[in-house]
C-alpha cells in the first residue's frame, strides 16, 4: 500500500470534512458516533467515508487507522 502518490500524501486529495471523518475513523469511532459529534447525518458519514476508500485506496478502518498513525494525522 502507497502511502504518497506522485510525492502528495494521500490525504491531500480529501475535502476537509472527509479529512475530519478519516481522522474520527481512526481513533476507532463508529459511523454513529462520528454522525453526532459532526451533526450530519449517518448517511452522510457513510457517503464521506466511501470517498475516502475511493480516494485514497484506503478500504478499511485498519488501513486508515495505519495510515493516520503513520502522518501524525492523530495521537
Given at each position: 500500500l502507497?502511502?504518497?502518490?506522485a510525492g502528495s500524501s494521500l490525504h491531500?486529495?480529501?475535502s476537509h470534512r472527509e479529512?475530519?471523518?478519516?481522522?474520527?475513523v481512526?481513533?476507532?469511532?463508529?459511523?454513529?458516533e462520528i454522525a453526532t459529534a459532526l451533526?450530519?447525518?449517518?448517511?452522510?458519514?457513510?457517503t464521506y467515508r466511501a470517498r475516502i476508500g475511493e480516494k485514497t485506496g484506503l478500504k478499511t478502518n485498519v488501513?486508515?487507522?495505519r495510515y493516520a498513525l503513520k502522518q501524525a494525522l492523530v495521537e
Open positions: 502507497s502511502e504518497t502518490t491531500e486529495a480529501l479529512l475530519q471523518v478519516l481522522r474520527l481512526a481513533l476507532g469511532k463508529s459511523i454513529k451533526a450530519l447525518s449517518e448517511k452522510t458519514v457513510a488501513e486508515i487507522a
